[in-house]
T-cell receptor
Framework: LAKTTQPISMDSYEGQEVNITCSHN???????ITWYQQFPSQGPRFIIQ???TKVTNEVASLFIPADRKSSTLSLPRVSLSDTAVYYC?????????????FGRGTSLIVHP | DTGVSQDPRHKITKRGQNVTFRCDPI?????LYWYRQTLGQGPEFLTY????????KSRLLSDRFSAERPKGSFSTLEIQRTEQGDSAMYLC???????????FGSGTRLTVV
């Protein structure tokens, strides 16, 4: 299983753009990169998924360089409600025997 | 279908008692996962099912933990002879097996006193 490394915590202010980088040096050819968001006392919630280059949805953007050894989740103009823990996972999109494995994630605190 | 449902949301039990949690996945999802999460940590995988078959159970924390999914729909997680160290959030997730993103329930918060 590809292991991921993320910063333990980050601080930002309302209205700023936040970029959270995840390292996954031994990512496999078939692996996709998926980010989840978790609020206290709730289960993780899917944010975005990508394989290469850039993916954008209504919530975030995901930037993946050509070597795919890292990825960056970009949250535009964060608000207080974006305060949460963000997890980066890598794994085979086909499922197979893949078991989603979570690290400690990045705790983002957005200040007024 | 409103997503993955877990019941109860909170459970307080005395040490030594048995507890059972229920998870109802999204109806068309054939895969169901159980996780445990303690404060400050990411979710820790326990076991998963594809339909009614339990395909991975080696990471259940001890033989006091067991899970079932008898008809390939809802699942139960049982903890026997609970200990204070079992206090945690127990999360359930489901997927349709075609893409590696998973829908999680809101969890069951267990407190063992």
């Amino acid at each position: 299983l590809a292991k991921t490394t993320q910063p333990i915590s980050m601080d930002s202010y309302e209205g700023q753009e936040v970029n959270i980088t995840c390292s996954h040096n031994n990512i496999a050819t078939n692996d996709y990169i998926t980010w989840y968001q978790q609020f206290p006392s709730q289960g993780p919630r899917f944010i975005i998924q990508g394989y290469k280059t850039k993916v954008t949805n209504e919530v975030a953007s995901l930037f993946i360089p050509a070597d795919r050894k890292s990825s960056t989740l970009s949250l535009p103009r964060v608000s207080l409600s974006d305060t949460a823990v963000y997890y980066c996972l890598v794994g085979d999109k086909s499922g197979g025997s893949y078991i989603p494995t979570f690290g400690r994630g990045t705790s983002l605190i957005v200040h007024p | 279908d409103t997503g993955v449902s877990q019941d109860p949301r909170h459970k307080i039990t005395k040490r030594g008692q048995n507890v059972t949690f229920r998870c109802d996945p999204i109806s068309e999802h054939n895969r169901l996962y159980w996780y445990r999460q303690t404060l400050g940590q990411g979710p820790e995988f326990l076991t998963y099912f594809q339909n009614e078959a339990q395909l991975e159970k080696s990471r259940l924390l001890s033989d006091r933990f067991s899970a079932e999914r008898p008809k390939g729909s809802f699942s139960t997680l049982e903890i026997q002879r609970t200990e204070q160290g079992d206090s945690a959030m127990y999360l359930c997730a489901s997927s349709d097996g075609t893409a590696n993103f998973y829908t999680f329930g809101s969890g069951t918060r267990l407190t063992v006193v």
